[in-house]
């Protein structure tokens, strides 16, 4: 499956991006798919998960209560909506996906090639 990240952007403090990663290749609706990101200098962390049925999802407790995971499996399409952001926020954003993983944290096999989110005071 080959996934496209997009929706980055620029916004300030306190505004809200929804991301989206699109698949292509096979049905979506097959694989867990994960948002990480991955700020200058920084490792590459953890933000969001959603099962293939889109009922179970994992959020990091650095974001939750702000962001939220959701699948359209119609349209192969998962979103990461991100509201009060913050400038600690500002980093690249990557979406993952698996056939088979129990594990929300990963590994994932299949990656898109990340969208930048940049997050102004």
């Known amino acids: 499956v080959q996934l496209q990240a997009f929706g980055g952007g620029l916004v300030q403090a306190g505004g809200s991006l929804r991301l989206s990663c699109a698949a292509s290749?096979?049905?979506?609706?097959?694989?867990?798919v994960g948002w990480f990101r991955q700020a200058p200098g920084k490792e590459r962390e953890f933000v969001a998960t959603i099962r293939r049925g889109g009922i179970s999802t994992s959020i990091a407790d650095s974001v939750k209560g702000r962001f939220t995971i959701s699948r359209d499996n119609a349209k192969n399409t998962v979103y990461l909506q991100m509201n009060s952001l913050k400038p600690e926020n500002t980093a690249t954003y990557y979406c993952?996906?698996?056939?088979?993983?129990?594990?929300?944290?990963?590994?994932?096999?299949?990656w898109g090639q990340g969208t930048l989110v940049t997050v102004s005071s």
């Open positions: 993952a996906a698996d056939p088979i993983l129990a594990n929300p944290l990963g590994p994932y096999q299949y």
């Open positions: 290749g096979r049905p979506f609706s097959n694989y867990r």
